[in-house]
């Protein structure tokens, strides 16, 4: 009986946990560090963009990165936990050849360890 | 009567707590951008099918059998996972493939087969599941276990869910999730390690404690099983016990240590099965664009 106590009581406590809507921040360092690039540094740092969007006299650049499948997908011999598949998009506003604006956004939102997809694109920045 | 009240009143303290977190999912800096929700460019990047191959011997095994008839002992453990999001992260498909081989025949040749297909999926924090599970020797005919259950959990994502975590806690995390599952289909699946009755409801419960930036990770994972073949059917009979650290390199390769215990819970003096073992793990994704390239580039 004690065990499905405690089974009920972990449920009822993990319910009373779910997301809440999402709201924005701004004490991620990467993101912040990377405000003043030059564009040429981004490139060699973090690589291509999947896409370049003009954006008014200036381009967004926009990096993807997926959660790695170990993070997401667990497996023991009674049966394996596949868990949300989820990344995280960067777009950064370049203008006058510099980065002024940065955006993480996990997707989908609200999933899983918020921006730390879009740090690892990023990492290279950072040295 | 004062004990009930105070199990509804910490229960709702806890809920209450959980209630206060926040997720947030959006960090700006700088000039502002134009929404870019994602949408349909979320929908290129994301995973087609992903999963995983994995290796691990059995370093020490006093006792865990090779074959469903519990005879023989288990060498090495194979093991191919398959994933696929049929409609985001509400339905996903999977199967798992598992192959022992009995270290009392040689190591190499496979033993036994288990092999599950279960279609799963996630509704804001609650989980549900739908799997069918076969169980099945492969050198040899006899016994096969086989069922099929339906189980619901509730997940926890400290990081996500808590919005003081990050400010403790930078670079860990904790994921769990509990619940309760019914074996509403079985045929010969056991409610204990000595292969004796039938298994009803399973109780499960699993935490990841994520030590750094998902670099190393412990890991604990629990299965109750009850017999339905015992008139109360509520009472568990099996505890199934894991505990593991994770070593994880470059993405996609895991290396761990875990050991496994399954024991009765209420015959004692019977069967233990129990072994120590090491994993590496091997994932792969693959996102819909790619398979879009690659279909468009054939002639």
Redesign the interface.
Known sequence: ?Y???A?V??????????????????D?PT??R??GKTRAELLQCAGTP??E?P?GPGV?L?Y?K?A????E?????????????H?C?A?L?I?NEE??????????????????DCEVIFTGCLQ | MRSGIGKVICLLILCWGGALSSAYGLEKYGRPLPSMEGGEAREAEETLFGGYLLAAPFVSNPTFAARPDNTGLVGMRYMAHLEMDLYRQYLTFYTDQNFFSDRKNGWIELSEWDMTYALTGLIDRWGWRIQYERDAPLDRSGLKQVYADVLATGNLHAADDFSWWRHYFPNQNLNAYAGFGWLFHNSNYFARPDNTGRALFRYVAHVDVDLYKNKVVLYGDTNFFTDRELNNKLKATELDWIVGLAFRFKDDYEVSVYREQDRSLDKPGTLIQEYWAVQLRFAFDVPKRLFREFINEKP
Not at chain 1, 68 to 71: A, D, G, R, S
Not at chain 1, 73 to 85: I, Q, V
Request: hydrophobic share 35%; aromatic share 10%.
């Open positions: 009986m065990i499905l106590y089974a009581t972990i449920v009822l406590l993990f319910s009373g946990c779910g997301s809440t809507p999402p709201e924005t921040k701004s991620n993101a912040r990377l405000l999947l896409r969007v954006y967004i926009r993807y997926e790695p499948m170990l993070e997908s667990r497996s023991f011999l009674k049966g394996s936990t596949p868990g949300e598949h990344g998009w777009s506003l203008e980065v002024t604006g940065v955006e993480f956004r996990t997707v989908p939102q609200g999933a899983g360890n918020e921006d730390d």
